[in-house]
């Protein structure tokens, strides 16, 4: 039986193969012939089409915001990556990352399209758990832990033991938000119109949470009045307030989980502090900010987007763990 972790996330479908470690790194993303239905593209190849493609071409990410929201494309887009880590069409055994508190309904959504591309075994656990086996984190019954992942469309985080979670939650605010609500505001502050491509570029290159931070880029777009091409000097100051203001959020949350804590496990939070991956997680001084509104140590994963799949596989690749935090 061929063992795999699967993240399929919002942005960015992950996959690791036990004894090869993780072998696959694939946009979300496929592309659709209006009139047929045909997809055309699938992962990096249909993401460099955003924005540009003909009118009789769309391009689509069958997951938003954690959530399957086109199961055959969603299918199509599994299968296709499969046949890029593995030539088996069968005997595969495949544990999904999803998010804290994954509905029944979310899950059997997942089933299908795993059984559609070929998956003859499925199994999930929860982000936090995976984030934290992704980090080299102990787990035990007796020493809980603060674990917290922020992807594009969603952000996971709870409190937890092998035990079980003790207060957790997913919400729906990731790194997505900041790329829409950039292009609201380079629209605004330069009469600029921005593709959602060059404002995920622009928030993974300048977006800071230092303060003073300085840096700058060009970045490329349609004047508004005019119509006409223009390049403007984007500065981290400029993308502050739309970066910000998601992570407050963010913040905002993580404090209502650990308010709910009880004593005992609140005294394990002080001394354990929180663990913290998903792609966002590398924009300049997030762990720091976080870690100066929560008042707790911070732990950044070395490769926070890869965290999760990385426990993943893990955990598939443990029985008794996989037993201990698989959801029934």
Not at 30 to 49: P, S
Not at 134 to 141: A, H, I
Not at 159 to 169: K, V
Not at 288 to 302: I, P
Request: net charge neutral; hydrophobic share 40%; glycine share 10%.
């Amino acid at each position: 039986m061929l063992k795999l972790a699967i993240d399929l996330g919002t942005s960015v479908t992950k996959i690791y193969k036990i004894g090869s470690g993780i072998v696959l790194s694939e946009a979300t993303c496929v592309t659709v012939q209006k009139d047929t239905g045909e997809i055309r593209a699938f992962g990096n190849e249909a993401k460099r089409l955003l924005g540009k493609t003909a009118e009789l071409t769309d391009v689509c990410f069958p997951v938003f915001e954690g959530e399957i929201v086109s199961e055959k494309r969603a299918a199509a887009l599994l299968e296709y990556c499969l046949g890029k880590v593995t030539n088996r069409t069968f005997g595969i055994e495949a544990l999904f990352c999803v998010p804290c508190g994954c509905t029944l309904d979310s899950r059997e959504k997942y089933l299908r399209v795993a059984k559609s591309a070929g998956i003859s075994r499925v199994c999930f656990a929860e982000t936090p758990f995976l984030s934290a086996l992704g980090q080299d984190v102990p787990l035990s019954e007796s020493n809980p832990v603060f674990a917290v992942d922020v992807g594009a469309g969603k952000t996971s985080m709870a409190a937890f033991s092998l035990d079980g979670i003790i207060a957790g939650l997913t919400m729906n605010v990731g790194g997505s938000n900041m790329d829409v609500h950039i292009i609201d505001h380079i629209a605004e502050l330069y009469n600029l119109k921005i593709g959602s491509l060059t404002s995920e570029k622009l928030k993974n290159t300048v977006g800071s949470l230092i303060p003073n931070d300085n840096r700058t880029t060009v970045v490329n777009g349609r004047d508004v009045t005019s119509g006409k091409p223009r390049s403007v000097a984007v500065s981290s100051e400029d993308v502050l307030f739309p970066v910000r203001v998601y992570v407050d959020k963010i913040v905002e949350y993580a404090e209502l989980i650990l308010q709910k804590l009880p004593a005992e496990v609140s005294a394990a939070m002080c001394k354990n502090g929180v663990f913290l991956s998903g792609g966002v997680c590398n924009l300049a001084g997030f762990a720091d900010y976080v870690g100066e509104k929560l008042q707790m140590e911070t732990h950044l994963a070395g490769d926070a987007q890869m965290a999760v799949v990385l426990g993943g596989g893990r955990a598939v690749g443990n029985t008794a763990l996989l037993r201990a935090i698989r959801l029934e």
